[in-house]
């Protein structure tokens, strides 16, 4: 070997030296790495690291701040950990969170409802990831966190879904690395920890499925409980679906649990579980349009009004869409086998129970209409063979609750068929035209009054006999649940009585039977809420609940506020002191539901529409002054319809005209309560001013303010009764 050839040699031998002397450790490693003082490639995949996923382990990543690195520069801009993500939801100027504001026309046919992995829906508002991030911006100098709440969960309260060997993402392959990075920042991937899991399953399992059973209860806890993984279908559930299920029951588990995962409180809670969960759809990480339907109907639950949308409906669209998709619906399930026809026709019955129920309680029109339905005996068989005690597990309910809880939801089933006919009257799909139909004719309300009246008799009274003191509160608090549901749809067509017997062209003599029918109605409502509220249950019924539960608190409202001029009355009996329990059950709805302070605030706007006349109670404003009755609670009912506060004029000037409300001719309106003197007007603009201009009479309400003065818009309405 010559001197060039040593020289060289040499040379290269120092590169390599110098090469291995100037690489450095990555400057990010995960916990486990460091104790086991191995390589960690965290810095360059993201978390979970290799180590950590061959090993099933969990993958946690505590970035330490240099030395030099003082307090204050948490509230340096220029100093601030830099971001990976930056939130745009497409089509909105507002960044926050959002929900799907267009679902597909469940109408277009199943093969284009389908949503496609490979699609993009458009119509919905997304959260994207930035389309080119900076090189600076792929580390955070601060500790990785998952969600943008307040607080990082405790060491061990949650961990990647891949630690559970049932839970799929079936698109995730799909994905783009940059939105598996986003998601896995905004804790898609993450769930509780299997101690913690568990009370959300028993949760969700006892208070939620027994009347929306979107699950086969004894499969699920079969891939549950076991270790082994599962390719089969059947053997793996979606991580939309916990996702979901996780947001509906939160507000049921003790608060120590919501802490230990970095909740400070059930709203806050439910909010990023439900952005968890809705991101999923966004990112498009769904193919099975089954899962779809399934984990939408679970966030149907959410009542938060976004842009003054209410976008629960979105949802429902979205799984009903994807349920007709799947085959779901009636003629084409049937063509199915024993197993998938099954499961398929109980997804069915609860999009129709969340169509009926949400459209109840909210005052809108239905979605499935009785083309959707099967015949009376495809329902009976349907019902007979595919729901009932065999769809619960004795796990949660034992082999004797089980029956009753199986009892109960067949009975809702019932119940969602007789609403069928009354929500297409109440809240028609096309009101211009259908009410002008519905004019001089009172048989389709006489119609509806006897089915609900025959579920009653041969459904709920039968359930109703059953019960024992031994049943469990569950029991009894789902029971009583259908008894409201039941007078809400009195309520609603008492109320249409009261329209149309003040509506230009229409007679109707038999007034005080309805206001007297709809005055037991909003007592049962209360009583039910009052029982279940004494058990301790409150807090575990649906976000349907306190909405069937407006219009009595409304009434409940007039009647405290009209009290001094009624005879003294018994104090456990008075008006204030019912309202004062009908408050008492809010103030716990409002812990669960933010929709619980859209109804007070509707209430409270109500109140300062105009003054009450010198009357006794509510049933005596409807008998003598009825159109202040009416815009009272017409009001109310657009406001909860719509999902925001409303103009005078957008009650009066909606999509089906004005309303035809005029003074009957032979009212007199000068009588001993004659301090308003008459209302006018049977024009639309007369109409109008009547609404707005009610003179005020000077009466002073019995809690010691002027009530129709505009309160601001912190006070407490519920308080007022205190």
């Known amino acids: 070997m010559g001197p060039s050839t040593e020289v060289t040699t040499m040379e290269q031998s120092g590169d390599v030296q110098e090469e291995k002397s100037k690489k450095r450790r990555a400057r990010v490693a995960c916990v486990l790495c460091r104790t086991r003082k191995v390589r960690c490639d965290v810095a360059y995949t993201g978390a979970p690291c290799t180590n950590c996923v061959l090993d099933g382990t969990e993958c946690i990543v505590n970035t330490r701040r240099k030395h030099k690195e003082i307090d204050r520069s948490c509230t340096s801009s220029s100093l601030r950990p830099k971001t990976f993500v930056t939130i745009s939801p497409r089509n909105q100027d507002d960044a926050g969170p959002s929900t799907p504001d267009t679902a597909r026309n469940p109408q277009d046919g199943s093969n284009s409802g389908r949503m496609a992995c490979s699609e993009r829906d458009t119509s919905l508002p997304r959260t994207d990831v930035i389309s080119n991030p900076s090189p600076d911006s792929i580390f955070q100098t601060g500790p990785i966190r998952h969600d943008h709440g307040p607080r990082l969960a405790s060491f061990g309260a949650d961990v990647p879904y891949s630690s559970f060997p049932f839970l799929t993402l079936d698109n995730i392959a799909r994905l783009s690395p940059i939105e598996i990075n986003f998601l896995e920042m905004q804790g898609c991937f993450r769930v509780p920890s299997r101690s913690y899991l568990q009370e959300f399953v028993r949760k969700y399992f006892l208070h939620v499925h027994p009347l929306l059973p979107i699950l086969e209860e004894s499969s699920f806890f079969m891939m549950f409980e076991s270790e082994q993984p599962t390719n089969k279908a059947d053997g793996r559930l979606s991580l939309f679906i916990l996702q979901g299920i996780l947001f509906v029951s939160c507000g049921f588990v003790q608060p120590e649990i919501l802490y230990a995962l970095g909740f400070d409180d059930i709203r806050s809670a439910k909010a990023t579980l439900y952005r968890r969960a809705k991101m999923l759809v966004d990112h498009d990480a769904l193919c099975d349009p089954v899962e779809i339907a399934q984990g939408a109907l679970l966030l149907t639950y959410w009542g938060k009004v976004d842009d003054g949308i209410r976008r629960n409906t979105s949802w429902l669209s979205l799984a009903i869409q994807n349920a007709e998709s799947a085959g779901a619906h009636w003629k084409a399930s049937a063509d199915?086998?024993?197993?998938?026809?099954?499961?398929?026709?109980?997804?069915?019955?609860?999009?129709?129970?969340?169509?009926?129920?949400?459209?109840?309680?909210?005052?809108?029109?239905?979605?499935?209409?009785?083309?959707?339905?099967?015949?009376?005996?495809?329902?009976?068989?349907?019902?007979?063979?595919?729901?009932?005690?065999?769809?619960?597990?004795?796990?949660?309910?034992?082999?004797?609750?089980?029956?009753?809880?199986?009892?109960?939801?067949?009975?809702?089933?019932?119940?969602?068929?007789?609403?069928?006919?009354?929500?297409?009257?109440?809240?028609?799909?096309?009101?211009?035209?259908?009410?002008?139909?519905?004019?001089?004719?009172?048989?389709?309300?006489?119609?509806?009054?006897?089915?609900?009246?025959?579920?009653?008799?041969?459904?709920?009274?039968?359930?109703?006999?059953?019960?024992?003191?031994?049943?469990?509160?569950?029991?009894?608090?789902?029971?009583?649940?259908?008894?409201?549901?039941?007078?809400?749809?009195?309520?609603?067509?008492?109320?249409?009585?009261?329209?149309?017997?003040?509506?230009?062209?229409?007679?109707?003599?038999?007034?005080?039977?309805?206001?007297?029918?709809?005055?037991?109605?909003?007592?049962?409502?209360?009583?039910?809420?009052?029982?279940?509220?004494?058990?301790?249950?409150?807090?575990?019924?649906?976000?349907?609940?306190?909405?069937?539960?407006?219009?009595?608190?409304?009434?409940?409202?007039?009647?405290?506020?009209?009290?001094?001029?009624?005879?003294?009355?018994?104090?456990?009996?008075?008006?204030?002191?019912?309202?004062?329990?009908?408050?008492?059950?809010?103030?716990?709805?409002?812990?669960?539901?933010?929709?619980?302070?859209?109804?007070?605030?509707?209430?409270?706007?109500?109140?300062?529409?105009?003054?009450?006349?010198?009357?006794?109670?509510?049933?005596?404003?409807?008998?003598?002054?009825?159109?202040?009755?009416?815009k009272f609670v017409i009001f109310l009912e657009k406001t909860l319809s719509k999902g925001r506060y409303l103009e005078v004029s957008e009650v009066l000037y909606d999509s089906s005209g004005p309303l035809p409300l005029t003074r009957p001719q032979n009212t007199d309106t000068t009588s001993k309560h004659g301090a308003n003197g008459p209302l006018t007007g049977n024009s639309p603009d007369g109409v109008l001013d009547e609404f707005v201009s009610i003179p005020y009479d000077g009466v002073q309400d019995e809690f010691g303010f002027d009530a129709w003065s505009i309160p601001s818009f912190d006070m407490d309405m519920f308080s007022m009764a205190n």
């Open 336 to 630: 199915a086998r024993f197993g998938t026809r099954r499961r398929l026709r109980r997804l069915w019955w609860c999009c129709l129970i969340r169509d009926r129920l949400m459209s109840l309680g909210l005052h809108r029109p239905i979605l499935l209409t009785r083309d959707h339905l099967g015949s009376d005996n495809e329902n009976e068989q349907s019902m007979t063979h595919g729901l009932g005690a065999n769809m619960l597990f004795e796990k949660v309910y034992g082999a004797k609750h089980k029956d009753v809880f199986g009892a109960a939801f067949i009975s809702l089933c019932n119940l969602c068929l007789a609403l069928t006919d009354v929500l297409l009257l109440v809240h028609p799909l096309h009101e211009s035209t259908q009410r002008l139909q519905q004019r001089g004719n009172m048989d389709p309300i006489a119609s509806c009054h006897r089915q609900l009246n025959r579920w009653y008799a041969m459904s709920y009274s039968p359930l109703m006999a059953e019960l024992t003191s031994a049943e469990p509160d569950e029991v009894h608090t789902a029971v009583s649940l259908l008894s409201i549901y039941y007078h809400a749809a009195k309520i609603s067509l008492y109320q249409l009585e009261i329209v149309q017997s003040n509506t230009v062209g229409m007679e109707f003599t038999d007034l005080p039977a309805a206001t007297s029918g709809m005055q037991k109605a909003a007592e049962a409502i209360a009583s039910c809420s009052e029982g279940i509220f004494n058990r301790g249950q409150a807090i575990y019924l649906p976000s349907t609940a306190p909405a069937c539960t407006a219009i009595p608190l409304l009434l409940a409202v007039l009647d405290a506020r009209l009290a001094k001029r009624r005879p003294t009355t018994p104090e456990g009996n008075s008006p204030i002191a019912r309202l004062d329990r009908l408050i008492k059950i809010m103030d716990v709805y409002r812990c669960q539901y933010e929709g619980v302070d859209t109804i007070s605030e509707a209430i409270r706007r109500v109140l300062t529409l105009g003054s009450l006349p010198a009357v006794g109670d509510w049933m005596e404003l409807v008998a003598t002054h009825p159109q202040v009755y009416l």
